[in-house]
């Protein structure tokens, strides 16, 4: 039997755990510092959902996705995203009906069938928010602020925020012409990639990986200086608001993301040193996306990061604060005839809130002490005949091996006061 977990998917053990609890604990308590509220929606979704919203011509629909067929013959994808997933749930409980906008966040996994490697996985977790019902440059600008303040929180102070804006379909179609215009001339020295999809998409030659790409369509026509006059105003607005807030971002032409819902403002966040996939969030504005699914015509703005890739940079960094997470007590055995007096211990503990646990394997006294280092226990109580006799509990310190003996009958009391 294979015991490999498949290509692209890995486990979380013990103690690395902890690390994904503290990364999501500021996650959530900086979203909703900003008011976000958590939506759940399914791990997978029917196909068309993510066709429709996504858009086929993307690399995410067209090579990434996992779909598959029920048994009733529906064709069913894993999520590769959620962004679409939350306008279908906005869609179906008629959330537009009610007060907008509405702001939400989400954290779970996604899947994208991508060739891994570091950074990049085929089943990874994004952390991501999503505003329905709202124009206002001022929330373009909140996801943002949102987005730095996380980093910041996880004590990530060095990063670049890419901005752009790729303007509305009106202004796009009328940009996309003069860039097939551009482009034609020269598409026979453009990579394969390119060469295949600057008519369907040419706006992606822009954001091509191949540095001869960039060389070959120099001096093309720029999104910004192409803009109608609204989106030329909202784009002017969200700079001016991000930097009157003290957000440090630099303008990118070639940033277009790899998405087709976004309209006007795209943003994408970097972290230098993590390696060749360095984007750690990325987001935009989608005021077309709940019309292309079915609903009323809602204006969105959101983002999604990559928890995989903010926890490589805080392990590079040495910043992984794992919080606390072994066991508060172990209880120590001394005698078979004690066993079970230890576990109704262990569980007066339990019952009082401290974190407890004991040996089940019959463990020697040396044995069972190198078992509670092992479970980062802080304490151990030892439970033996002279204990019994007394009335007094032998306290270890596990940390710096000091022993004193306390009476059995204030030891919850004692021990809480130890551990705070
Ligand atoms: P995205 O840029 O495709 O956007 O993904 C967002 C983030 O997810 C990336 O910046 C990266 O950190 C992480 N990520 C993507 N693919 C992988 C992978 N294969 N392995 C590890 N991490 C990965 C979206 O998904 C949009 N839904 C974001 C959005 C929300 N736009 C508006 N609202």
Redesign the pocket.
Known sequence: METKAPR?TYDILPPDSAAWHYLEGVLRSTAELYGYQEIRTPMFEHTELFERG?GTSTD?VSK?MYTFFDRSKRSLTLR?????S?ARAFIEHRVYSGMLPVKWYYIGP?F?Y?R?QT????Q???F???VFGSRSPYLDAE?IILLVDILSNLGLMEYELHLNSVGCPKCREVYREKLIEHITPVKDSLCEDCNQRYLINPLRVLDCKQASCHQVIEGYPTLAANLCDSCQQHYSQVQSILESNGVDFTHDDNLV???D??TNTAF??HIPGIGA?S????????DGLVEECGGPATP???????????LLALNLLNLQQTGKNGLDVFVITAGDQFEELSFQVVQELRTAGIKAAKDHNGRALKAQMKYADRLGAALAIIIGEDEVKSGQLTLRNMGTGEQQSLAAVDAIDRIKEMLV
């Open positions: 692209g996504v995410v990434e590769p995203e959620n962004t679409a939350c996604m994208r991508d891994p950074g990049r996985f085929r990874f977790n994004q991501g928010v999503e996801v993301r790899g998405l819902y976004y994408e966040i996939q984007a750690v969030g990325g987001g935009g504005r989608y969105g703005v959101g983002f999604a990061m990559g928890l995989e890739r903010l």
